[in-house]
């Protein structure tokens, strides 16, 4: 996806829990450039074999495991993804800490039985 639609698609959900305000276009410009860098590390992750482990030949000559850089950049980028969605109030624990703005208790199951 690109960056323009993860930007729609931010904006969107933040719409949709009454949160936007036009002062967090920075964060959420920030966010989709990471989805979107993300996106990309994943479609070159694929392309060279999702490998979790990679040998490399170090000054010694000698040749060691390590972790793929894929693999690691991809750990990056979704934990700066999950602190941004916190900052902006789109992930469970961010909704919970500005109270969700839509459900303010009761689920529909539990409206329902209320009426019986």
Known sequence: MTKKKYREMIIRQ???LGIYQEQYS???DTLADICEK???NMRQWRKDGMK???SFTNKANQTNNMKSPYFL???Q???QILKYCRELGISPLGIKKLGNP???GQDDFEEFMASM
């Open 14 to 16: 933040m719409q949709e």
């Open 26 to 28: 920075l964060l959420i």
């Open 38 to 40: 993300r996106d990309a």
């Open 52 to 54: 979790m482990v990679v």
């Open 73 to 75: 950049n991809d750990l």
């Open 77 to 79: 980028y979704n934990e």
């Open 102 to 104: 839509i459900k303010s």
